[in-house]
Structures are given as C-alpha cells and as structure tokens.
C-alpha cells in the first residue's frame, strides 16, 4: 500500500507559477512511475503528466506541454510539477497518482493510488 499527499496548490493569476509537490510513502517507490491529474468542476479527470520511475522518461497533455515540467526526487520519495504561463482554463484540483508500472500512461485506471488533490486556481 502505497500512500500519496499533494501540496503546493493556491490561488494565482494568469501567466504566474506554481510548484506542487507529491510526497510519496509505503512502500518502494523507486520502481513505479508517478502522473499528476486534474479534474474542474463538471468535467471528468484528465492527465496532465507522468514521469517513468527513474526519471528517465515523461510524459505530457497537448494542452500543458511547453508550460508544465515534471521531475522527481527518489532520494526524497518527492515528485514536482512546475506550472508556468498558467491560464484560467488550468483551474482545478490536481491530483498526484502512482501507478506499479514503469512507464507512465495517461489513462487514470494504470493508476493505482491517488492523493486527495490540491485546489488550483487561475484568475484572469
């Protein structure tokens, strides 16, 4: 059993930059990949990124790449999303998952243990 926390999230204005972080515990996490996803109000989860266990690989949605960058410390059992050029459209809660895979993917049922998502949210 794996455990998940998310932090970082905030309330931020169009074109600024947030952190989050996803503090992974419970179990070895050296070998799985990690994905943050996102869901707004009234619309299902979608990915936003993944990252292979060692780092070695990632993993992004059309709609994030370019302005997103995910990274990883196994050392610290952390994983970091680093948002910039943020935009209204990017308001949601965000949710870090591990998966026991690899690899990530982009479909939400590889993962198997999720946090309970952090509050982001973009003014205009």
């Known amino acids: 059993q794996a455990q998940v926390v998310e932090s970082g999230g905030g309330l931020v204005q169009g074109g600024g930059s947030l952190r989050l972080s996803c503090a992974l515990s419970?179990?070895?996490?050296?070998?799985?990949?990690t994905g943050w996803f996102r869901q707004a109000p009234g619309k299902e989860r979608e990915f936003v990124a993944g990252?292979?266990?060692?780092?070695?690989?990632?993993l992004y949605s059309d709609s994030v790449n370019g302005r997103f960058a995910i990274s990883r410390d196994n050392a610290k059992n952390t994983v970091l999303l680093q948002m910039n050029s943020l935009k209204p459209e990017d308001t949601a809660v965000y949710f870090c998952?591990?998966?026991?895979?690899?690899?990530?993917?982009?479909?939400?049922?590889?993962?198997?243990?999720w946090g309970q998502g952090t509050q982001v949210t973009v003014s205009a």
């Open positions: 998952a591990a998966s026991s895979e690899s690899w990530p993917t982009s479909r939400t049922a590889d993962y198997d243990y």
């Open positions: 990252i292979r266990w060692d780092g070695g690989s990632t």
């Open positions: 419970g179990r070895t996490l050296s070998s799985i990949a």
